[in-house]
């Protein structure tokens, strides 16, 4: 299903936040990386939830059961936005961070030091503040698999940090900081190869690419709802069967089958209204087939357009002069999220240039701190990041590319 620039303005009309401005002109949301807008359906969902349902899990009245309904619709929508087998593989959490650290304490308990746990230099600091915690209390070994200096991984040196010791790779799929879209199936056939587990951290992925955890093959893979038009909720997949095997952090009064055998006290109910609300306004966007089909084609279709306008802002900044652009080109699968550079401007300065234009843009480095300290960009203030997603236009990519022009030659907007 293809997903065009007439569908995009469609769409924007269900987002309400579309219509803020800014000095009269309209905001430009490219922010979308540290968080999209929400469309109305999101939001009525949760309004929704608290106006008729709100209520604890598990009782004998009707909000109750309700709720308890809801919470089960919510984990079967998610196993179809992540072709997960079912609803037992989707736990649900506050956000990723808290959830791969609940993982990692479960997954500590399997381990003895001197084992290892890879990773790579894409990692957001999510996919690495658990790792290094155990590396310092518990003797783990972390390795690090490096990225070339156009921001792809090396595939030699990830096979080179793969050995008998590793346990477990902890794989980023899609770095927010460049885009760089990593080979999930080359860490599962090196993880594989030794008996590793492999974790995919699928955030900032699932905002941009239809994700299939069973052809994955994947153990664990994290993403956050928050990302993809939904609100603050992250979500961990587990391979079936798997997670009942992990000694987690559990009250005795807490279901001790999976998916609920990790997640920590009462979750947030309206919220997870509102994921299910997000995934089923993406498969709106297709038609026919099942659920899960609509979703796979819709997300084809806008990651399609995406990448169209994530070409377009990437050549013409490449072409202003004093701007660098980093992180892969867009010749192969990249996310639409664009990091650059602005001659002698910090990026802090040149965000609050085009923020006071209306242009929200992300400077410095987002948690994504890793691969900017690779390349050598960490301690000159990171980058100013750019991400597009289904609702950005052409007309807001000019005015961006208008707005680096300007704060690259140092001159005032007109
Ligand atoms: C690639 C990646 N991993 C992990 C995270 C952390 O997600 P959360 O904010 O849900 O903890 C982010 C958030 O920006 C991210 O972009």
């Given at each position: 299903?293809?997903?065009?620039?007439?569908?995009?303005?469609?769409?924007?009309?269900?987002?309400?936040?579309?219509?803020?401005?800014?000095?009269?002109?309209?905001?430009?949301?490219?922010?979308?990386?540290?968080?999209?807008?929400?469309?109305?359906?999101?939001?009525?969902?949760?309004?929704?939830?608290?106006?008729?349902?709100?209520?604890?899990?598990?009782?004998?009245?009707?909000?109750?059961?309700?709720?308890?309904?809801?919470?089960?619709?919510?984990?079967?929508?998610?196993?179809?936005?992540?072709?997960?087998?079912?609803?037992?593989?989707?736990?649900?959490?506050?956000?990723?961070?808290?959830?791969?650290?609940?993982?990692?304490?479960?997954?500590?308990?399997?381990?003895?030091?001197?084992?290892?746990?890879?990773?790579?230099?894409?990692?957001?600091?999510?996919?690495?503040g658990p790792w290094l915690n155990l590396q310092e209390e518990r003797g783990i070994v972390v390795r690090e698999a490096a990225i070339g200096p156009d921001g792809r991984l090396d595939a030699d040196d990830l096979a080179r940090q793969i050995g008998k010791r590793t346990q477990l790779v902890a794989f980023n799929m899609a770095s927010n900081s460049l885009g760089t879209v990593s080979d999930a199936?080359?860490?599962?056939?090196?993880?594989?190869?030794?008996?590793?587990?492999?974790?995919?951290?699928?955030?900032?992925?699932?905002?941009?690419?239809?994700?299939?955890?069973?052809?994955?093959?994947?153990?664990?893979?994290?993403?956050?709802?928050?990302?993809?038009?939904?609100?603050?909720?992250?979500?961990?997949?587990?391979?079936?069967?798997?997670?009942?095997?992990?000694?987690?952090?559990?009250?005795?009064?807490?279901?001790?089958?999976?998916?609920?055998?990790?997640?920590?006290?009462?979750?947030?109910?309206?919220?997870?209204?509102?994921?299910?609300?997000?995934?089923?306004?993406?498969?709106?966007?297709?038609?026919?087939?099942?659920?899960?089909?609509?979703?796979?084609?819709?997300?084809?279709?806008?990651?399609?357009?995406?990448?169209?306008?994530?070409?377009?802002?990437?050549?013409?900044?490449?072409?202003?002069?004093?701007?660098?652009?980093?992180?892969?080109?867009?010749?192969?699968?990249?996310?639409?999220?664009?990091?650059?550079?602005?001659?002698?401007?910090?990026?802090?300065?040149?965000?609050?240039?085009?923020?006071?234009?209306?242009?929200?843009?992300?400077?410095?480095?987002?948690?994504?701190?890793?691969?900017?300290?690779?390349?050598?960009?960490?301690?000159?203030?990171?980058?100013?990041?750019?991400?597009?997603?289904?609702?950005?236009?052409?007309?807001?990519?000019?005015?961006?590319?208008?707005?680096?022009?300007?704060?690259?030659?140092?001159?005032?907007?007109?």
């Amino acid at each position: 299903m293809s997903f065009t620039a007439a569908d995009c303005e469609r769409c924007r009309r269900d987002f309400p936040a579309l219509a803020r401005t800014l000095d009269g002109r309209p905001l430009a949301f490219f922010d979308g990386p540290a968080g999209t807008q929400v469309p109305n359906a999101v939001i009525d969902a949760v309004a929704g939830y608290y106006r008729t349902a709100n209520a604890n899990t598990h009782g004998h009245f009707p909000t109750t059961r309700e709720t308890d309904r809801l919470l089960h619709e919510s984990r079967e929508t998610v196993a179809a936005f992540l072709g997960a087998a079912d609803w037992r593989s989707v736990s649900f959490g506050q956000n990723m961070t808290t959830l791969n650290y609940s993982l990692s304490y479960a997954l500590a308990r399997e381990m003895r030091p001197g084992d290892e746990i890879v990773i790579t230099q894409l990692e957001h600091e999510a996919n690495r503040g658990p790792w290094l915690n155990l590396q310092e209390e518990r003797g783990i070994v972390v390795r690090e698999a490096a990225i070339g200096p156009d921001g792809r991984l090396d595939a030699d040196d990830l096979a080179r940090q793969i050995g008998k010791r590793t346990q477990l790779v902890a794989f980023n799929m899609a770095s927010n900081s460049l885009g760089t879209v990593s080979d999930a199936a080359l860490a599962r056939r090196l993880s594989k190869e030794v008996g590793a587990w492999l974790l995919l951290d699928a955030v900032h992925y699932a905002a941009h690419f239809a994700i299939d955890a069973a052809a994955l093959d994947a153990d664990f893979l994290l993403c956050s709802a928050y990302k993809f038009y939904g609100p603050h909720v992250g979500i961990l997949y587990t391979r079936p069967g798997l997670l009942e095997r992990l000694r987690t952090d559990r009250l005795r009064t807490q279901d001790e089958e999976a998916p609920f055998r990790i997640e920590m006290g009462t979750l947030n109910h309206a919220a997870l209204a509102g994921v299910k609300a997000a995934v089923d306004y993406i498969a709106s966007w297709s038609t026919g087939g099942s659920q899960r089909e609509r979703i796979v084609s819709a997300m084809q279709g806008i990651a399609a357009y995406e990448h169209e306008l994530g070409t377009y802002y990437y050549e013409r900044a490449q072409s202003i002069p004093g701007v660098a652009v980093h992180g892969p080109d867009f010749s192969g699968l990249r996310a639409p999220t664009v990091s650059i550079t602005a001659g002698g401007v910090s990026p802090d300065d040149v965000a609050r240039a085009l923020g006071e234009e209306g242009l929200q843009v992300w400077s410095g480095h987002f948690y994504g701190l890793r691969p900017l300290e690779a390349l050598g960009l960490a301690e000159s203030g990171g980058v100013v990041r750019a991400g597009v997603v289904m609702y950005n236009t052409r007309e807001e990519v000019d005015r961006l590319l208008e707005g680096v022009e300007r704060v690259a030659r140092g001159t005032a907007p007109h």
